[in-house]
């Protein structure tokens, strides 16, 4: 099976030619519905009428919510981080804003059989050191991946490759252990090519070398990162802009002030409580998507009391209403939280355990059975940097006192956020995992026993082996069953409660074109430009 990339080449084709999600018929029949799973970007009348014409050149200014922790595309575990060195760096393939997996390094790839996959690389390319990009170089970026003394968070996405071959400079083999589903898609989500000589002769972190659009030019702490364009980037007419200035800010007032004062051109996200306003006004484009997006939810620390206790996570349960966070700390944006993907993919299945709540009797009586029949005081580790998520540890605060539960909230910058919840230094939170378009990437990385962000600290073997069923398996239809069956554990055993489904808003000044919300939540900043 093998793919040549052409113009009119959708995702459903690919799936019916390569099997991403199954060899056998009934798999390949049920992976047409992913066209609907990463739907079309959606512009508001603010950002309608003819395309205007994009021209090259010019400095974006765009606006972060919040600093990256790293840019070293191995080790970086903050969004923040990606949206700056998925312009930096390349991966192999890529998904389209429709979902469609599109060439980027590789040329074309195909499937020798489930267990190996070869792809022809582009010729043309280059580092921003001026080395040339070869099949060496995939080989070294996954097996840096795989390496333990690297301590990348996305290893589990890559457990499954056995070895990779460079057959010559432009072509390459990986062969699995076993078959694996998510594999293409993973690719295409945490898949960044380094260099070798890069990587070693400075600080990955602060000094990334990439083949992208963009050359890292400096990284001001606390106030901007800055990019340029990259004169030998292989992808003809790209990128438009001259430079990238990305600044930190916080959602609120002061960047839609700076965006109206034009001291910032993009933004990737708005105070939630304008956005009826803002996305409707005349003065800027608004982009959004239904289904590109970030599954948010409660985090629990299974490891400490209270929380060692299944009865006491159900009873939180049991005790909030998810569309009263929509409503106030999302001001009716997204979706309420079920699953770690939105109801328009074809992942989700609806099943909630928790459609009948709150039940506040119910909440009580699990509490009493867990030992703590008048109650119990817990800690809230909030982030004031992201409002919707500090308003929803609030909205359960108040929840959680008709069961006679206090909630005392800390809040803490994002840097320290992280550091204390990826070392379980918490009782309880609010989390999100970036980038969930097949369900294996949330639970191999987030609920799996060891998982490199498992935070919870929760463990459960027999649904380990459903999960690791799950992802070796090439059959959409057979997935689909095995993952109903995880979501039916992970609600029995309560490490986690997912609250909403978060959906993405940019907001840019009129003369910006280009710029759509993607599957991978990658800002593609390659094709943004100013209008003419």
């Known amino acids: 099976m093998t793919f040549n990339p052409g113009p009119d080449f959708s995702r459903r084709s690919f799936l019916r030619r390569a099997g991403l999600l199954g060899f056998s018929v009934v798999g390949v029949g049920a992976a047409g519905s992913l066209l609907s799973a990463c739907g079309p970007t959606t512009t508001s009348a603010a950002g ?85 990009f070869s099949a060496t170089d995939v080989k070294y970026t996954f097996e840096r991946i795989l390496d333990p003394k690297t301590a990348s968070a996305y290893a589990p996405l890559y457990t499954p490759i056995d070895s990779i071959e460079v057959v010559s ?172 993907v939105p109801s328009g993919s074809p992942w989700y299945d609806g099943v909630d355990p928790f459609a009948a709540g709150p039940n506040l009797d119910k909440a009580k009586q699990l509490l009493a059975a867990a030992g703590y029949p008048n109650g119990l005081t817990i800690r809230y580790l909030g982030l004031p940097q992201y409002p919707e998520l500090l308003k929803t540890g609030e909205i359960v605060a108040e929840a959680l006192k008709k069961i006679g539960i206090t909630m005392q909230i800390e809040q803490v910058d994002v840097s320290v956020w992280f550091d204390r919840y990826s070392k379980g230094d918490y009782e309880i939170t609010s989390a999100y995992q970036e980038r969930t378009i097949d369900p294996d990437n949330f639970y191999s990385l987030v609920v799996r026993t060891g998982g490199s962000i498992n935070s919870m600290k929760y463990s459960n073997p027999a649904l380990d082996k459903l999960i690791d069923r799950a992802a070796a398996s090439t059959d959409m239809a057979e997935r689909k069953k095995l993952y109903t069956q995880i979501r039916a554990i992970v609600q029995e055993d309560c490490p986690l409660i997912f609250v909403h489904y978060e959906t993405l808003n940019y907001l840019m000044q009129k003369n910006v074109g280009g710029s759509v919300v993607n599957p991978t939540l990658e800002l593609n900043l390659e094709d943004v430009a100013f209008t003419g």
């Open 169 to 340: 400079p432009t072509q390459v083999i990986f062969h699995l252990k076993s078959s694996f589903g998510p594999f293409l898609t993973n690719l295409a989500n945490n898949g960044e090519i380094v260099n070798q000589k890069a990587i070693e002769s400075k600080d990955p972190a602060r000094n990334p070398v990439g083949t992208g659009p963009f050359q890292f030019v400096e990284w001001v702490q606390g106030d901007h990162i800055t990019l340029k364009k990259w004169d030998k980037y292989f992808r003809s007419g790209r990128p438009y802009l001259d430079e990238i200035d990305f600044r930190f800010l916080l959602v609120d007032q002061s960047r839609i002030d700076a965006l109206s004062a034009g001291e910032i051109n993009w933004a990737d996200a708005v105070p939630l409580q304008q956005l009826p306003t803002l996305s409707k006004d005349p003065r800027f484009t608004y982009k959004t998507s239904p289904v590109a997006g970030i599954p948010d939810f409660l985090a629990m620390n299974v490891a400490k009391a209270p929380f060692d206790k299944k009865e006491v996570r159900q009873a939180i349960a049991w005790a909030i209403d998810r569309k009263v966070i929509k409503d106030i700390a999302y001001f009716g944006s997204g979706e309420a939280g079920v699953q770690e």
């Open 48 to 132: 309608g009428g003819a395309a205007a014409a994009l021209k090259a050149g010019g400095v974006l200014k765009a606006a972060l919510t919040g600093e990256p922790d790293s840019l070293d595309p191995a080790v970086s575990s903050v969004y923040t981080g990606a949206q700056v060195y998925d312009g930096i760096f390349s991966k192999l393939v890529d998904l389209g804003p429709d979902g469609s997996v599109i060439p980027r390094l590789a040329t074309k790839w195909t499937a020798q059989d489930d267990k190996t996959w070869a792809f022809d690389l582009a010729d043309n390319v280059y580092f921003h050191n001026g080395e040339k």
